[in-house]
């Protein structure tokens, strides 16, 4: 069929209609409801959500659709949730492995066999592929590694050959695959019809590559800890249970990183001189560190802190930047061109909806009037008072303004490499409307993003094997942590900033726990009465270095622990908003969102629930005085 160059209005609706009764047919289920709109790509049950077709519907866009539309369906046809949760690994790295060969075997079933639906799904790969940012990085982090191993096993699978963009880096990994699975994939080709048997030789799989520590026990489903209280931290496991392969992964792969030329951008202001009086001095340890690290526990102020047990190898080569450190102004100018021309095409909901918020805060704002009183300003409408009571006392009034200006909102970033593309442009756009808004009502507001210097370690890593590698480390990278507009700051001043936000070499891993900490202790600083700490993220703490050497949920126990700690103090208010990923499970205040489309209307929202929340709490109070 030929795609006419300009299709008429009805040609995305006949589309939508044949797009459905294939995805039904291709699923086996003529009773699966498939849906259009804003939050697919998406399997939810019964239902098939996918993107809504635009009305310039070009050639690549419609292999895009159909991809993503094959893809779910052959996911509904082939594969058992329960099956998969039974044996999936309860470690990261393994996981995402994991994840990756079931979802390359569920493709491989359809692919194989039909060329059309081939095709389609490379399309919706390639696509996948760019967006991920693994192409583009230095391809020796953990999602890099599950990546390569997904193409290697679409490649023997179904006979799909690596695309010509990805082959630089699964050649990266192939030596590294090859050393390890002596009898290659061979094994999972034999056993795709079965997902069981496939599982299985997923885990045979996932203990050569040195990750069977890794694995969770298939006939006990692990339990999820409650989302109010954070799992205890798993005792450290033994040197039997880790093995000579997972010391080879690790410690190898540190080395290599170590190997590698150093940053381009060097260090030019050290976290340890920014550090919070609470953090002991860089020469400190406390008496259960592991030997050779240089900073253990940051504070033993109470048995429930966030980072009493919490330890960090070294700070040694932690950084904060102002944005303007990081690139020259005729760059940062370059990038604020492109995030204005970005601008234009934001969603206009978004715009309609900051102007509301705008809107409702000056009505905040407005100046009030107490009555009754002895002296100020003679209130007229009580006149008559002077003719019906010529003996009783006159009435005064005064104007007073409300505390509403008092407010201080930071907005933390996540600027890790899976924010690339379209989450961290739009995460920039709306920070830039935010603070806008909130500075014209007269509401301060810090931008603040947090990153690492190198993927999986860097320096920090290299002191930690040349210290002999010793056990529980702790934190083993870099942190960077980014000032892009202070709360003191004009946001004209600092509007050229955010567009370092675009600049995707500075986004590497993230570290959650200690981010959210040092934002926390920002706001803890300022001399505004209300603080509002909005994050936003599109996943949990991810460094590989650092959850290779410790036990289990290293960092997400922190996490965690921090946000309880936030919570339960209540001298900040705490908010998230994650892109693609539940936060419900850490945080008491959050919204989840599965399209970044609904960002800006998400962070609007949010905030614009909370100061309405503060205005009906100081009416509260005011009611509870005037009844006294």
Request: charge should be neutral.
């Amino acid at each position: 069929m030929t795609t006419p160059a300009k299709p008429t209005s009805g040609a995305p609706r006949g589309f939508e209609r044949v797009l459905a009764e294939a995805t039904r047919a291709l699923a086996g289920d003529a009773a699966l409801k498939v849906v259009f709109g804003t939050a697919g790509p998406r399997l939810e049950g019964n239902r098939v959500l996918l993107p809504a077709p635009p009305a310039d519907l070009s050639a690549s866009r419609r292999a895009l659709l159909r991809g993503q539309a094959d893809r779910l369906a052959l996911r509904r046809a082939y594969h058992d949730p329960d099956v998969h949760a039974r044996y999936r690994p309860s470690g990261y790295r393994a996981r995402a492995m994991f994840d990756a060969l079931e979802e390359a075997r569920c493709l491989a079933l359809g692919a194989r066999d039909l060329a059309g639906v081939a095709a389609n799904i490379a399309a919706v790969q390639f696509e996948e592929l760019q967006r991920s940012g693994v192409l583009r990085g230095p391809g020796d982090n953990s999602e890099a590694m599950a990546q390569a191993l997904a193409l290697l096993a679409r490649e023997q699978l179904a006979g799909q050959s690596v695309p010509e963009e990805a082959q630089p880096l699964v050649a990266r990994w192939r030596p590294f695959f090859d050393k390890r699975l002596k009898e290659g994939l061979g094994a999972l080709a034999h056993a795709v019809s079965d997902q069981d048997a496939y599982a299985r030789e997923q885990q045979r799989v996932l203990r050569a590559l040195g990750l069977g520590h890794e694995l969770a026990d298939p006939r006990v489903t692990p339990a999820t800890p409650p989302a109010a209280e954070a799992a205890p931290v798993p005792p450290p496991p033994t040197a039997s249970a880790v093995g000579a392969a997972g010391e080879e992964l690790g410690v190898q792969r540190a080395h290599e990183i170590a190997e590698e030329d150093e940053p381009d951008i060097e260090p030019r202001k050290p976290l340890a001189q920014t550090r919070s009086p609470q953090a002991p001095p860089e020469n400190e340890s406390s008496p259960d560190a592991p030997e050779g690290s240089r900073l253990s526990r940051i504070g033993e102020l109470d048995r429930d802190h966030p980072n009493r047990a919490y330890r960090v190898f070294t700070r040694a080569h932690d950084e904060v930047f102002e944005a303007e450190e990081l690139s020259d102004r005729a760059e940062l100018a370059r990038l604020r061109v492109t995030l204005d021309e970005q601008a234009r095409q934001l969603p206009g909901v978004v715009a309609r909806l900051a102007r509301r918020l705008e809107r409702a805060l000056r009505a905040q704002q407005r100046r009030r009037w107490q009555f009754d009183l002895e002296e100020g300003v003679l209130d007229s409408a009580r006149l008559a008072r002077v003719l019906t009571e010529p003996l009783g006392p006159l009435s005064f009034k005064q104007e007073t303004e409300t505390d509403f200006k008092d407010t201080v909102v930071t907005l933390l970033l996540d600027n890790s490499g899976s924010m690339r593309g379209k989450p961290i442009l739009l995460t920039a756009l709306c920070a830039d409307l935010l603070a806008r808004t909130l500075e014209r009502c007269g509401v301060r507001t810090e931008i603040l993003g947090f990153t690492t210097r190198e993927w999986d370690g860097g320096k920090s890593r290299a002191d930690w094997i040349a210290a002999g590698a010793p056990r529980n480390p702790g934190r083993l990278t870099d942190v960077r942590y980014i000032v892009y507009k202070t709360a003191d700051t004009a946001w004209r001043r600092a509007r050229a900033n955010l567009g370092l936000l675009l600049r995707d070499d500075l986004m590497k891993d993230n570290i959650d726990g200690e981010a959210l900490w040092w934002a926390y202790q920002r706001l803890l600083a300022r001399p505004e009465r209300r603080r509002i700490l909005m994050t936003i993220s599109d996943g949990v703490p991810l460094d590989q270095a650092t959850l290779s050497a410790n036990p289990g949920g290293y960092l997400d126990q922190h996490l965690r622990q921090v946000i309880r700690w936030i919570e339960q103090q209540a001298q900040v208010e705490l908010v998230a908003i994650g892109i693609g990923h539940e936060v419900g499970d850490y945080y008491r205040r959050a919204v989840a969102i599965g399209s970044t489309d609904d960002l800006g209307p998400a962070m609007i929202g949010e905030l614009g629930a909370l100061f309405e929340n503060g205005r009906k709490t100081r009416r509260a109070q005011v009611g509870a005085e005037r009844i006294l």
